[in-house]
Structures are given as C-alpha cells and as structure tokens.
C-alpha cells in the first residue's frame, strides 16, 4: 500500500466530504423525522455513497478517455475546482453542493418542512411545524400517526448527490485513482475512502446527539481548517499536472 498517496487521499476525502460540516444540513432535512428514521436515512446515505464512489473509481479513467481527457488535464481542472470550494470553505461556505435554485425548488417539494427548517439550520433538529420532539423521542408526526415513510426518499437526492457525492467529490476520487499508478495505488485509495466513509456512517448514525453537542464555533473552526487543507491539496494538484503539461516547469 501506498502510504504517501492514503495520507494525501485522506485527507481530501475527509476535507471535502468532512460529515461534521454536512451534519446540519443532514439534520435540518430530516427534522420531521424519528430518531430511528434518521439512522435508516443516515444508512442509505453511506450505503449510496459506497456505490457510487466504487462507480467512479471504476469508470472514472474509461470516462477521461472517452472524452480524450487526460489525467494531468483533469488534474488541473479538479484542483481548479477544489480550489473554488475551499476558498467558499475560507469564507464561511460548505464543502457540500446545496444545489441551483431549482434543485433547492425541487428540495422543498419533497420535504417541505425539513426544508424550512434547512434555511436556520444550527446543528440540532428543528423543532418547528409538526415536528416537535417529545420526551420520549418521538415526533408529533409519530403520535399522530403521520410519518414521512411515504415522502419521496431524501438518501440519494440531495444528501447523496450533490452534497455529499458532489463535483469536488467525484474530482478528487478521478485524480487520486489517476495517481494510483498500481493495485498498491488503488488499495490506498479505497481504503481511504472507506475511512471517511466509515467516519460518515458514525457521524450520522448518531447525528442527533452530536448535533447538540456541536457548538456553532466548533463547526466555524472545523470548516476553515479543512478549507486549508484543501486549499493546499488543490495547489499541488494544479502544480503537479501543469508540470507534466508544460515540461519546462518542472
């Protein structure tokens, strides 16, 4: 296994897919929901993240050169990219894709509630509309027999793709795996992937108690830190393939 390579690929993974940074959002869309709706929610969410990060890995190079992409190109647009999202991160933004006015449209059609309470979301779950939470830890949609078992399903879109599995996401899965040179290469990656992915599924499996417990500070500081981060892994992204672009810089 590439050691180099796993640091480097965790990094990113963790920096654009951090679930600490995503974890108000994740609570603010399933507000009406139950503590054991969340964690099924929170289950699918890894689940489809797996499958399409495995899809990517994959087909990620066949992709490149169908459209006579090379790696090195892809390298400088994605750290280009990257670069975007961490200086939003810089200055307060998400790593996460919240979506073009019409995807935010079709967010609030499918959960209306839940996305009312997306527009104040502070890291713990709202308790507005019919979604108060009793002492026992169900809802009022629970106790009046309504739940949201029949809404459209929120796991693949938007919480799978675009924020989670966004444009960052699947860039930094293509360079890596460009960079894999080897299976030692591609082990390292995967395994990579798996940690964070691993990290998502704890996070959001206990989603509502660390919500509470996560001050709007703490949040604030984790976002620019892996801002930094990325901001740094998109430089030596951009450096490294316009090197192998352009002999002369190296």
Do not use: C
Not at 180 to 187: D, E, K, L, R
Request: glycine share 10%; hydrophobic share 50%; aromatic share 6%.
């Amino acid at each position: 296994m590439d050691v180099t390579l796993f640091v480097k690929a965790l990094g990113g993974f963790f920096a654009i897919m951090n679930p600490f940074v995503a974890l108000p959002m994740f609570l603010a869309l399933t507000a009406a929901d139950s503590p054991s709706q969340q964690r099924r929610t929170g289950v699918r969410v890894v689940l489809y993240s797996l499958v399409m990060s495995a899809v990517v890995m994959a087909a990620g190079s066949a992709i490149l050169s169908f459209f006579g992409i090379t790696v090195n190109d892809f390298r400088v647009a994605g750290g280009i990219v990257l670069m975007t999202i961490s200086l939003g991160m810089l200055h307060g933004g998400s790593s996460a894709h919240e979506g073009s006015n019409s995807e935010k449209a079709e967010m609030r059609s499918r959960r209306p509630s839940a996305m009312a309470a997306a527009h104040s979301a502070t890291g713990t779950p709202s308790t507005s509309g019919t979604a108060t939470a009793g002492s026992d830890g169900t809802t009022a949609a629970d106790a009046s027999g309504q739940t949201t078992e029949g809404d459209a399903d929120i796991s693949f879109y938007p919480l799978t793709f675009p924020m989670m599995l966004g444009p960052g996401t699947i860039t930094s899965i293509i360079v890596f795996t460009g960079q894999a040179g080897g299976i030692g290469g591609m082990v390292s990656v995967a395994v990579a992937l798996l940690v964070v992915l691993a990290a998502l599924f704890v996070v959001l499996w206990f989603a509502p108690a660390i919500g509470r417990r996560m001050s709007e500070t703490l949040r604030t500081v984790m976002t620019r830190l892996m801002g930094m981060i990325l901001a740094a892994i998109s430089v030596a992204m951009i450096i490294a393939g316009l090197q192998q672009l352009i002999p002369a810089l190296r």
